[in-house]
């Protein structure tokens, strides 16, 4: 039986008293479809001494554990994901379903180089679009301000006239209080 999960992934527990850690994966039974991972699923075995030379006591350990509790953990995107295959260069090679990046150490490398690439270039595409947001929102601004200081003294003339209106208003109004 093959096993998507190779000795030296790191892998999510999925499922089981140890769900959400992560760990490397030390050893792979693919007979009993089992993994072993580094300090998961520790257990304690009671050891009885075979000799006056040897020591007895409680000793802990990892112990294996069903594989399909396990996800791969991308080493490009740093997500659990199921794994995919593909051919690379005449290899068939371990992807991720997610980004596309190879999981096998050999590949590793030249998917992170490129994952770099299309970073960057979308930064550069994000760094050009905001200089250009940038440039419409000096020009909005200064239209703005040009049409502010061609209305201010418009709006000066209006607001002199309501405030004659009102003191007209007010006048009157003391007037028939004091009759």
């Known amino acids: 039986m093959s096993m998507n999960i190779k000795t030296g992934d790191n892998v999510l527990v999925i499922s089981g008293k140890e769900k959400g850690k992560t760990g490397k994966v030390s050893a792979v039974y693919p007979k009993e479809n089992k993994v072993l991972v580094d300090n998961i699923n520790i257990v304690t075995k009671h050891r009885k001494p075979r000799s006056q030379q040897d020591k ?27 794994v995919s295959h593909s051919e690379v260069g005449g290899k068939k090679v371990r992807t991720c379903k997610k980004c ?60 002199s006239k309501e405030g004659s209106a009102s003191t007209k208003k007010s006048t009157a109004s003391t007037k028939k209080a004091s009759k």
Request: net charge positive; proline share 3%.
């Open 56 to 82: 007895g006591g409680i000793v802990k350990k990892s112990a294996p554990f069903d594989a399909s509790n396990v996800m791969v953990v991308c080493p490009v995107c740093g997500k659990a994901t199921r």
């Open 100 to 159: 596309n990046a190879s999981l096998d150490k050999e590949f590793v490398k030249a998917s992170k180089k490129e994952v770099k690439k299309i970073k960057s270039a979308s930064e550069l595409k994000s760094a050009t679009l905001k200089q250009a947001d940038e440039v419409k929102e000096e020009k909005v601004e200064k239209k703005a301000s040009t049409k502010s200081t061609s209305k201010a003294p418009a709006k000066k003339s209006t607001t």
